[in-house]
């Protein structure tokens, strides 16, 4: 395939040399005229290993042009890769000049070819705010040349790259994420992957646009909580490689999908006690930890959260079905549960709260747990009820723990929010 690739700095030029290396003609586009020569000449702008030696290949095989403008070779090419740069404002929000200023360009070369039968696909791979492809690529591009499916077709797919290792990251991804308008419709992009053992994700727009942001926040969140682990050791005379080996060597719970779910808070007996104890044990040593000190106030507000979203579905006074109330299925554990709270402000606020929890049916609680029952809802006998049908008519029907066989008996007319799923 004949590629444009705009914009080489180091995810383009990673682009231009693995495409290069897998057969494919490339035509590396910048508006920067040093750039434009060094990979024109086979040499690369920026270091990464591998890359040099790969356009110079391209260029000795006559596989690889450049150009300050992608209009000269539109017409003949299959897919456009966009990888300009999103830097950030003053404000902190990614700067979008540089990819509306080629989307722009494109648009306007596009809208004066004639309709091939084959139309070029084109790619953006900059890092963008969700949204932006909805809401400002494609509404330029359609109004410059259409919408998209006659004159081309349009894809995001972000780019997963690490410098120093780009070249290694860009054949064994750990996933290919592909954002497109319909379902199935950039089977061309995936022609450039083929041989690439990864998995493929087709999804939205806006859903492709926040994987990448999500990514990058949870890799800056991993070394700032390692960072924070590190200086708490050094204080305490621990080794903190040691602290974090032992660590890393939980691949169940630790390092893997595990909490890794958007929906209820965290609670119970040992997270927000154990939270509590590192951030008073760096306190009181004079060690800052914001990562991990921020964590209670972010379960705070998600708490706060799913109570507002609860409240707008229903209007005080009205009765409220709560599936659920111990922190979590199959115990009895009631110590700091998210769903007390949940109950706490709906009684509050003045609702007809009924609960149904089978995990209490029946049980006497004692010690901590009945303590921590008698100070947040002493009258938690009153609102429990022994089968859902006993509460007559509820406005709506909150899900604060998964029972699929007691859903299923519900009256599909009342509605329904499951807070795992928020």
Known sequence: MKVIICGLGYVGVTAAAC????????????????????????????????VGQLLAQGVSEDRLETATSAADHLATSDIVLICVGTPSDASGNLELGYI???????????????????????????????????????????????????????????????????????????KIVIGEREPGISQELRGLYAGIDAPIFEMPFTA?????????SFHALKVAFGNEIG????????????????????????????????????????????LRAVNALASSRGIQIPVIASAL???????????????????????????????????????????????????????????????????????????????HLPHLSRLLVEDVSDVVDPALVVIGKPM???????DPAVPVINLALL
């Open 19 to 50: 495409l290069i290396k897998d057969g494919h003609h490339v035509v590396g586009v910048d508006v920067n005229e040093v750039k434009v020569a060094d990979v024109g000449a086979g040499r690369s702008p920026v270091s990464e290993p591998g």
């Open 100 to 174: 509306m200023a080629v989307t722009q360009e494109i648009g306007e070369t596009l809208a004066a070819m004639p309709i091939r039968e084959e139309a070029p696909l084109i790619v953006f791979r900059s890092t963008m705010p969700p949204g932006t492809m909805e809401n400002k690529i494609i509404p330029t591009l359609t109004e410059l040349a259409g919408a998209p499916g006659e004159r081309y077709e349009i894809a995001f797919n972000p780019e997963f790259l690490r410098e120093s290792t780009a070249i290694e990251d860009y054949y064994a991804p750990a």
């Open 208 to 216: 492709a646009e926040m994987v990448k942001l999500t990514d990058n």
């Open 231 to 274: 200086r708490l050791a050094l204080d305490l005379s621990v080794d903190p490689q040691h602290v974090i080996d032992a660590f890393l060597a939980d691949t169940r719970l630790n390092i893997s999908p595990a909490y890794f779910r958007p929906g209820g808070p965290f609670g119970g007996s040992c997270l927000p006690k154990d």
């Open 297 to 375: 106030p972010s379960n705070a507000a998600h708490k706060t959260f799913l109570a507002e979203r609860v409240m707008s579905e229903a209007v005080p006074g009205t009765t409220i079905l709560l599936l659920g109330l111990s922190f979590k299925s199959d115990t009895d554990d009631l110590r700091e549960s998210p769903l007390i709270d949940l109950a706490e402000t709906l009684l509050g606020k003045g609702y007809d709260l009924r609960i149904y929890d089978p995990d209490l049916k029946g049980r006497t609680l004692v010690g901590a747990n009945l303590r921590f029952v008698e100070e």
């Open 404 to 410: 699929k066989a007691v859903t299923e008996t519900l």
